[in-house]
C-alpha cells in the first residue's frame, strides 16, 4: 500500500466487514463489501498500522450506540445522500492493512469530517466502557 493510500481517521472504504453474529458461527468471510468507517489507527508493537473499524449499513438499528450519518457526512464521504445509513459502534472489524487480504488501497470511498468523527469515536469509547463492542479481528 503506497502512502497517498494511507489510510486516515474517518476515511470512509469499502471492507467485506464480518459481523460478530457471523464470526461465531464460523464463518471467516464477510458477506458482502460495505462501507466503513476508521475510528481508530494504533501501531502495534511491531510498528504496523491497526485500523479499528465500524461497519455503516442501511438497516435501521435502535441500539444506543449507532447513530444515523448526516446528509453532509453522507456527501462528504462519498455515500448516498439519499439512503438512511447509521454507523454501528458496538460492532468492529481490526486489521493491518499492510498485510491484509481484504483491506484494497482503492477501496477509500471518501472522509467524514474531523467534528462528525468526533462524534463517532466518542459513542464507540461509550460502547468500550460499557463492554458492549464486539471487536472481530481480521488478521
Known sequence: M???AAPA???VWRYPFLWS???ARGETE???DRPVVLSLLVRNRSDELVVLMLPITSVLQHSPYSMEVPDIEKRRAGLDAHMALWIVAD???E???AKSFYFEPGNRIGRFSSS???QVQGLMVDALKARQISRTSRR
Open 95 to 97: 486489521d493491518i492493512p
Open 30 to 32: 464477510g458477506r458482502k
Open 116 to 118: 462528525f468523527t468526533k
Open 21 to 23: 453474529r457471523e464470526a
Open 91 to 93: 460492532e468492529a472489524n
Open 9 to 11: 481517521l474517518g476515511d
Open 2 to 4: 503506497t502512502d497517498a
